[in-house]
């Protein structure tokens, strides 16, 4: 067990905080006072550097969702994917539904389906890695804000961060009593309630407690010879009880259990939805209809568990934190992958393809100590160490009939990772800093594979390496209102194995990944802070690649590395309050990403579908392509009016829209596993009363009934999947 091979880790860790506090002579200093909040646009205090400061301090691309955002993008049932395209250089998909996001920042990301999958983008979830994919879905309920970190951030965060990370932190228990109970009615029979409550237990006790509920009736019909007809519905439900303990100015305790259990359908894959040489939708797709033969149903199962320890003691000129976490989940999930049904289509389907994957067993343990100096002084730091292991059982099988298996592939995979990392900020000016950060990290990560269609006996295969990672910025305040920023950095992901052998034998690896990224911006406010902008222009070039090659023929994952990725572009960011009734808001993102590797070709169109590469020996070449699922541009606008009314009401009206560029799916390039550029707009009107205590609203996502692809299965026909379809529903809310 992990939790026992790390216990005696953990109690030297809780053994060296009581001796600092134990510690003779260590005088505490106050905090100063906090200044008065200008008027306008506030302040937004971010932990990016795992110290609250403003983040126009960050020397990084930085956004933040919060506040009307957050509650916008989270309403109607919405899962992670309801956040791509929503702030800067962001895409989130995934062919897993609710349950499997996949993230992808300045283009890097990974298409991987297999339940192991490592990806670029790290998921932080109350200073806790997510690593298994799975764990990336958890849902989004009493959220503080969510901060997007772009670029390589290996010097502070776990592992696996050259891309960047996305950083959830939740709601924290308090003195004061609150909370908030919200319940609302949507489209297709959903539903959604959540809520939230904490306080005082005593004076150096508080807790918080937080759930989500949140569901769908089937309102997709199945015509085709399956028992069950009916698809497409959920029951998702999450919980967070925390409980924080602070006996004295200098010791703060914090204790996060929390879990998740859902039962809905899986991805609805629609077969032949692509006609051969055209892009996008054609007359085969009917939102609600689809030919299923698969046995036993479009389902999937999920259920995970955790626990936090953060731990702090503030030794007035030092602060000594440990952070303790622990995720474990069982997973089971069946889809009809061909979609369709081979004797009766839509369309050509050579042969049914019924899959199903499943995580028996998974259990990961991270812990981080670190050190940092306190204070807004001339000479700032950071030093700590962190230890990751995860251990990991997976399985695939293929389906000849309803209940008979043809193929039943296992994995088991056990990482080891542990690094130490320290960061220094000096002033040298009171408005110039300058930042350094270095990491180092080992990694390690063995992995068996066995039974597949060949029925191949256990194969071992073992990925390690070693490697550094840091960054160098350097913060310039030009005056109160105006900083500038630029930014080096080094970001590694650790080596891959993948042994999905479910219809193949090949258990393949990737060597480590590495991203050098510079940028330059500015963060400013103007107008007496009505005006706020952000702006920067980023290049990276990216030595040996991960990429997964999905699909073709043989309908197996394979990895790879390409011996060079580039990417390049800027971000742009602008809030705007008119007037104090008025708010508007808006980001541009530009992405230009590349693949150079002259001899790299990949199996592609299993299905009937339209090489634009060069073929080699009936491959395709990708050396030129952009990265899958990155496309160049990425927009989006908000706009938000109010009106008071009465004593202490007022009336509200908000829209937001979001546009994603032409995007390929493929690392090869195709007409068909493309679509075009398209926005996406949602709607929210309602009325907040007596001093917003109360709230009712009515709303819509997708609101112009936008009907695309957002991804494709090239195996035996054009199957692809789309996008969320248009919703409306009513909330209402009461804080207390």
Not at 56 to 68: F, I
Not at 429 to 458: C, E, H, Q, W
């Amino acid at each position: 067990m992990i939790f026992k091979r790390y216990f005696a880790m953990a109690s030297v860790s809780a053994i060296a905080l009581g001796s600092f506090i134990g510690a003779p002579g260590l005088a505490l200093a106050q905090a100063a006072p906090a200044a008065t909040e200008p008027t306008g646009i506030e302040t937004i205090i971010v932990t990016a550097r795992k110290r609250e400061e403003s983040s126009q301090d960050v020397p990084a691309s930085l956004s933040t969702v919060r506040g009307d955002a957050l509650t916008t993008l989270t309403s109607g049932g919405a899962d992670m994917n309801a956040f791509s395209a929503r702030v800067p250089s962001l895409v989130v998909e995934s062919s897993f539904g609710r349950t499997f996001p996949r993230f992808y920042l300045r283009g890097l990301g990974n298409s991987d389906f297999d339940l192991n999958a490592s990806q670029p983008v790290s998921l932080i979830y109350d200073d806790v890695v997510y690593e298994n994919p799975v764990l990336k879905g958890f849902p989004v309920f009493d959220v503080a804000r969510i901060e997007v970190l772009r670029g390589p951030q290996g010097t502070l965060f776990g592992r696996n961060t050259p891309a960047g990370i996305v950083k959830f932190d939740s709601v924290k228990p308090s003195q004061k009593s609150s909370g908030y109970a919200k319940g609302g009615l949507r489209s297709y029979g959903g539903y959604d309630a959540e809520g939230a409550v904490g306080g005082a237990i005593s004076d150096t006790v508080s807790f918080r407690v937080s759930a989500l509920l949140t569901g769908q009736d089937d309102w997709i019909t199945n015509t085709g010879p399956l028992a069950q007809k009916k698809l497409g519905g959920l029951d998702d439900s999450a919980i967070r009880a925390q409980l924080r303990i602070q006996p004295n100015d200098q010791l703060d305790v914090l204790l996060n259990a929390h879990a998740r259990k859902l039962d809905g359908s899986s991805q609805i894959f629609r077969a032949n939805v692509i006609t051969k040489g055209q892009r996008g939708l054609n007359a085969n797709y009917v939102a609600d209809r689809v030919s299923y033969d698969q046995g036993a149903g479009n389902r999937q199962e999920l259920e995970t568990k955790g626990v936090t320890a953060h731990i702090s003691y503030d030794f007035g000129y030092l602060t000594l934190t440990s952070v303790t976490g622990y995720e474990t989940l069982s997973f089971y999930g069946r889809g009809d992958i061909d979609g369709g049904v081979a004797e009766v289509g839509p369309g050509f389907i050579p042969f049914s393809s019924d899959t199903a994957d499943g995580v028996d067993d998974h259990e990961q343990f991270s812990q981080e100590v670190r050190l940092s100096s306190n204070g807004d002084t001339q000479l700032s730091w950071q030093i700590g160490t962190y230890l990751f292991q995860e251990d990991l059982s997976i399985y695939s099988l293929a389906f000849f009939s309803p209940t008979g298996v043809f193929s039943d592939a296992r994995q088991t995979q056990n990482t080891d990772s542990w690094a130490l990392f320290g960061s220094l900020t000096y002033k040298p000016t009171d408005r110039l800093a300058l930042t350094g950060g270095l990491r180092y990290t080992d990694d390690s990560k063995d992995l068996v594979a066995r039974g597949g269609i060949a029925d191949i006996a256990p194969i071992s295969k073992s990925v390690s390496d070693e490697a550094w990672s840091w960054d160098l910025s350097a913060t310039y305040e030009a005056n109160e209102a105006v900083n500038f920023y630029t930014r080096a950095a080094r970001g590694y992901r650790a080596p891959s194995i993948q042994g999905r052998i479910l219809f193949g034998s090949a258990v393949t690896t990737a060597k480590s990944e590495f991203v050098t990224s510079y940028e330059a911006g500015v963060k400013a406010f103007a107008f007496e802070r009505t005006l706020r902008a952000d702006f920067n222009v980023f290049t990276m070039n990216i030595e040996d690649q991960q990429f997964t090659a999905i699909g073709g023929a043989g309908n197996f994952n394979q990895l790879l590395n390409a011996k060079e990725g580039k990417a390049s572009g800027f971000e742009a960011e602008v809030q705007w309050l008119p007037t104090p009734n008025l708010s508007f808001a808006g980001s541009l993102s530009y992405n230009k990403t590349e693949i150079n590797d002259a001899n790299l070709t990949v199996g592609a169109c299993g299905a009937p579908c339209t090489i634009q590469n060069p073929l080699v020996g009936g491959n395709a070449k990708i050396d030129g392509n952009s990265f899958p699922n990155a496309p160049e541009w990425i927009a989006n606008v908000s706009a938000k009016y109010t009106k008071p009314f009465g004593n202490g009401h007022e009336f509200f009206v908000l829209t937001d829209w979001a546009y994603k560029g032409e995007t390929y799916f493929t690392l090869y390039k195709s007409i068909e596993y493309s679509e075009d550029g398209y926005w996406e707009g949602g709607l929210r009107v309602g009325a907040t009363l007596f001093d917003n205590k109360y709230e009712i609203a009515a709303y819509g996502r997708n609101i112009t009934d936008e009907e695309r692809l957002v991804g494709g299965i090239d195996f035996n026909n054009l199957t692809g999947f789309t996008n969320a379809p248009r919703v409306w529903g009513i909330e209402v809310r009461v804080k207390f």
